[in-house]
Structure formats: structure tokens, C-alpha cells
């Protein structure tokens, strides 16, 4: 099993800062056709999960290019620039290397 | 629009059993695999089960292996998920949700319902 370990678990961010969320895995994501199956989720307040980005750092359709994503092997972070008040609720990585897991999640409110 | 909509749930008791279901409207359901996602209320999310395109490979974690099972009617543009033996810590929300593409594995899930509600409680 692939246990995902995030960074912090909350954090209060001023509109307009950064804040970067690191996500750290227990086995290398990268698989032999040289894709890591890492991804980061938003849920929003009340909402279902939306995705965000799909293996490390591809931006779903539709996602503000504020957010960015990076990392390799076991190691991991989702960026947010220039953070908004929309962009609170909690963010999980999630892995599909082996089966699925998820991490904890981290919880971003606004100053 | 792409549309998910989970049913079947509810109260029962630990030891009972309940079905869920998830209609899908939208999309090609035999284009994608789909897959059960739950949540605890104020907790993380845990991946259950993911089935590819046509049903014919389904994957669970090891929580829930050989009491739910997960299963696919394309031409109901329907999933089910079957869940026997419930214990208390299986209580939560269930989210149906898709797959980014055929196979259950190495994907996202890229659309996801408003989830069902299961309570395991004497």
C-alpha cells in the first residue's frame, strides 16, 4: 500500500501570497512508461472533489494557471499563486500508481 | 452536462447490507471506467473500487475485499456497488465517480457525483 503524507495539514494564506501544500509517498510514483501517477484535488466547501492536476504537473481542463504542480519519485507540491478567496477547502494528492490512495488533506483557509 | 447521481443509501445495521446505485447522464458510460470514493464526515477521502469500461476488471481496497461488490449495466448507463457485512467504520459518503479513461487503473477521476450517505449503526 502507497500511504501519502501532506504538508501542512492547515494553513492561512493572505489574498494575493503563495502557498505551496507538499504531498510525500512511501514508493516511487514513476512508472515504466515514465508517467507518475500523481495528482492534486480541490474540495471546496460543500462540494464534491474537482481535479486539478493530473500526473505532477498537467493542469485540468478549466484550472486557473495559478495553480502549479512539481515533484518526482516520492516527492511532491502543489503551488497556488496568487491566492484567491475561491481557493479555500481542502486539498488531497492522490496516487494511482498502485490501486488509489489519497492523502490526508490539507486545509487552506484566508487571512 | 456531465451528470452523476448516487442512491441506495442509508441506515442499517452493522452485519446488514445496502446497494448503491449512481446514474450517469452526459457522457458515453462505456467510454470510461467509473469508481466508488468514500468520506467520512470531517475526514479524508478513501478510494473503494474501480471497474473498467465494460465490467470486465474490478479492483477493491483491501477494506472492503470480499464484502462489497462492484459491478456496471452500460446499457442502464448505471453502477452499482453492493456492500454485505457493514461495520461501523464503513459509515460515510459515497461518491460515484469517472474515470479519465477505460481502465480502472493509473487515471484520474474527473467527474464525480454529490455522494450518498451511509450509516452502519445498532
Known amino acids: 500500500e502507497i500511504v501519502m503524507t501532506q504538508t501542512p495539514l492547515s494553513l492561512s494564506v493572505t489574498p494575493g501570497q503563495s502557498a505551496s501544500i507538499s504531498c510525500k509517498t512511501t514508493?516511487?510514483?514513476?512508472?515504466?512508461?515514465?508517467?507518475?501517477?500523481l495528482y492534486w484535488y480541490l474540495q471546496k466547501p460543500g462540494q464534491s472533489p474537482q481535479l486539478l492536476i493530473y500526473e505532477v504537473s498537467n493542469r485540468f481542463s478549466g484550472v486557473p494557471d495559478r495553480f502549479s504542480g512539481s515533484g518526482s519519485g516520492t516527492d511532491f507540491t502543489l503551488k497556488i499563486s496568487r491566492v484567491e478567496a475561491e481557493d479555500v477547502g481542502v486539498y488531497y494528492c492522490m496516487q494511482s500508481r498502485q490501486l488509489y490512495s489519497f492523502g490526508q488533506g490539507t486545509k487552506l483557509d484566508i487571512k | 452536462e456531465l451528470k452523476l447521481v448516487e442512491s441506495g443509501g442509508g441506515l442499517v445495521q452493522p452485519g446488514g447490507s445496502l446497494r448503491l446505485s449512481c446514474a450517469v447522464t452526459?457522457?458515453?458510460?462505456?467510454?470510461?471506467?467509473m469508481h466508488w470514493v468514500r468520506q467520512v464526515p470531517g475526514k479524508g477521502l478513501e478510494w473503494v473500487s474501480g471497474i473498467n469500461w465494460n465490467g470486465g476488471t474490478i479492483a477493491y481496497a483491501d477494506s472492503v475485499k470480499g464484502r462489497f461488490t462492484t459491478s456496471r449495466d452500460n446499457a442502464k448507463y448505471s453502477l452499482y456497488l453492493q456492500m454485505n457485512s457493514l461495520r461501523v467504520e464503513d459509515m460515510g459518503l459515497y461518491y460515484c465517480?469517472?474515470?479519465?479513461?477505460?481502465?480502472?487503473?493509473?487515471?484520474?477521476?474527473?467527474?464525480w457525483g454529490k455522494g450518498t450517505t451511509v450509516i452502519v449503526s445498532s
Open positions: 514508493q516511487s510514483l514513476l512508472h515504466s512508461d515514465g508517467k507518475s501517477y
Open positions: 465517480a469517472r474515470g479519465g479513461w477505460p481502465n480502472w487503473q493509473y487515471h484520474y477521476m474527473d467527474v
Open positions: 452526459g457522457f458515453s458510460i462505456d467510454d470510461f471506467a
